[in-house]
């Protein structure tokens, strides 16, 4: 691989011991990709932030990195196991709480914001076109490249840490441009008029596609939030990280002018195939015992939305609304947080319905409106779903 003189000093220990060590593993990482070059880089985004997915093993591991080198550059996390500001409150025990401070601090004093979200794009952390980023938590991905068309791989939370801290990262996959062309055209004849429908157009996409590139063509414009649960459903059910969707997506009328595009195989699909699929991303027709919204967190519209929803209503169950503190605190100076506050629900902050221990909670009956939601709750937490609309949700536990 061709390195730059600053690139070799790195690697070779002149900016200390970290560093080189960082260049060391993404070199070698670069090789099992065929990298010619490393290239810079804008931003980070590392997932493996919850003690409930990396353990004492990750702790011990942020922790001994942070002794020998800082990231350079804007560095936001992923959603951590717990809401660290409301834990008791939400039933998470006192232990899992301490460990999950202890990473947090530990990225902390490396330099990496304490924000724990995996819709950085919404709170600052937001990457013009073709800039490249190393970003790891997997709709995060999927929207940085498609909706934005920013640069990333699909990072494992270690790389985009050491990418972070030597302000590279290997020049392979969505990096170069041939790498981001369409594999596979996805005719939808459907009107889209709510989140469940786009999300099951993505689960579905996804298990056909695995990590092949999908080229939408789409009656309407399904709007940024919806174009957020289109790529998490990608990335869950295959490992799609970037879609185009034309005369939407920044990239898609570039790679349609590509002379391989009109040789693509096409896929038709329609109302029976949404349909279907949304059924099945339920394992029970049972009322929820817990609402959970903001998968991936939610915007400030989403959370108007429920606002507007539950105003001087009831809830009879639980209900959260997962999204990051800062779009927290923009809903609290809306007035939204009281109203959904009132109405009994609750807007859970840096964390989620996925990396929390929500399985050692009391609820058996999870109702989310994310098709990637759908996906991992049954597995990860052991639980069963509902999946809907985020408006029929609420009517099921609305007196
Ligand atoms: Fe984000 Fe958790 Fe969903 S990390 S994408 S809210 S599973």
């Known amino acids: ?24 593993i993404l070199v070698s990482l670069g090789k099992i990709y065929d990298a010619q070059k490393m290239i810079p880089i804008t931003s980070a985004q590392v997932s493996g932030v ?24 804007e560095t936001m996390l992923n959603p951590a196991g717990v809401d660290i500001e409301n834990w008791k409150e939400l039933g998470f025990s006192e232990e899992f709480t301490k460990k999950q401070i202890d990473i947090i601090k530990g990225y902390e004093s490396i330099g990496v914001m304490s924000t724990c979200t995996c819709t950085p794009y919404l709170i600052g952390n937001t990457p013009l076109l073709n800039e490249h980023v190393a970003w790891s ?19 494992g939370g270690p790389s985009a840490l050491l990418a972070a801290i030597v302000g590279r990262t290997p020049y392979y996959g969505n990096h170069i441009p041939e790498n981001r ?15 469940a429908q786009i999300g099951a157009l993505g689960y579905y996409v996804g298990q056909i596609v695995n990590d092949k590139n999908p ?29 185009h969707a034309e005369d939407i997506t920044p990239e898609a009328n570039i ?19 949404i349909n279907d699929t949304i059924d099945n991303l339920s394992t029970t027709d049972k009322t929820p015992d817990l609402v959970c919204l903001g998968c991936p967190h939610a ?19 639980d209900l959260w609304i997962c999204t990051s503190k800062a779009i927290k605190s923009i809903a609290k100076q809306c007035g939204y947080l009281d109203i959904i506050e009132s109405a009994g629900g609750k807007i859970v902050s840096d964390t989620c319905m996925v990396v929390a221990p929500v399985e050692d909670l009391d609820y058996e009956i999870i109702g989310v409106n994310s098709a ?18 985020c408006e029929n949700l609420i009517k099921k536990i609305t007196e």
């Open 1 to 24: 691989m061709q390195l730059t003189k600053y690139e070799e000093d790195m690697y070779n220990g002149e900016y200390g011991e970290g560093k080189a060590e960082c260049m060391e």
């Open 50 to 73: 919850s003690y409930k997915t990396i353990g004492d093993a990750g702790l011990d591991f942020v922790v001994d990195l942070g002794k020998k080198a800082d990231v350079t550059l």
């Open 137 to 155: 938590e997997s709709s995060a991905v999927c929207y940085v490249n498609s909706v934005i068309g920013a640069r990333t791989n699909r990072e």
């Open 181 to 195: 062309l369409a594999h596979m055209i996805f005719d939808v004849n459907y009107d889209f008029t709510n989140e």
């Open 215 to 243: 080229y939408f063509k789409l009656n309407n414009n399904p709007g940024r939030n919806n174009l957020k649960l289109l790529g998490a459903a990608l990335a869950s059910s295959g490992a799609v990280s970037i879609y």
């Open 255 to 273: 790679v349609n002018k590509d002379e391989s595009f009109d040789e693509l195989e096409k896929i038709d699909i329609d109302a029976d195939i």
């Open 299 to 317: 915007s400030i519209t989403e959370i108007q939305k429920v606002a507007e929803l539950v105003k001087g209503k009831n809830l009879n169950k």
């Open 372 to 389: 990637k939601a759908a996906n991992y709750v049954p597995n990860m937490c052991k639980l069963d779903v509902v999946y809907d609309t």
